[in-house]
C-alpha cells in the first residue's frame, strides 16, 4: 500500500515556507565585472546554529539518478544549518519537503535553471536527480556534532509526474 503525490513546478512563492529557490530571473540587482555580470545577489540565506561550533562548507555530492513513479520511504532534516543544493548540469531535479512527518509532503520539480537552500529543520526528501550528471554543490554546516534526523515512513508515498 502507498500513498500518492503529484509533483508541482517550483515558484519561489510555493517553496517559502521550506526554503530559497536560486534562480537568475527577472533584472539583476547589480551589474558587475564592467558591465559584463548580471549579480543576483544574496539569493539564500546560510543559517549554521553558532552554538554548534560548525562552520559553512562546500562540497560535491554525486547522486544516483532517479524516474518516476519514485517512492518516499525517507524524510530527514538538519537541525544545525541550512543545506543548499546547486545543481551542476542544467537538468531538473526533484525536490520534496514536508511540514513534519505526520504531514502530506510536497514535490517539486525544478525548470533546469533553479538550486534551493533548505532552511534549518526543514523536512526534505534525499537528493533526487532526474537526468544529467547527478552532481550537486552542496553548501551546508561542517562540523562535529549530529546534524542529522531521519524519518521512515511506515506507508511511503509514491510520487507521480503531473
Known sequence: MSRILTTEPLTPEAFAPYGDVLDAVGTPDK??????????????????APETGGRVGISIFHAELRD???????????LEGS????????????????????????????????????????????????????????????????NLEEHWFEVPWVVMQR
Open 83 to 146: 543545506q543548499a543544493f546547486v545543481p551542476m548540469s542544467a537538468d531538473p531535479f526533484l525536490v520534496i519537503v514536508s511540514d513534519s512527518p505526520e504531514a502530506t509532503p510536497r514535490a517539486f520539480i525544478t525548470d533546469g535553471a533553479q538550486a534551493i537552500n533548505f532552511h534549518r529543520g526543514t523536512w526534505h526528501g534525499v537528493l533526487t536527480p532526474l537526468s544529467g550528471n547527478g552532481l550537486f554543490a552542496v553548501v551546508d554546516r561542517i562540523g562535529d556534532t549530529p
Open 31 to 48: 551589474i558587475i565585472n564592467q558591465g559584463k555580470c548580471g549579480r543576483y545577489h544574496d539569493r539564500a540565506r546560510i543559517d549554521v
Open 68 to 78: 518516476f513513479p519514485y517512492t518516499l520511504d525517507l524524510i530527514e532534516r538538519h
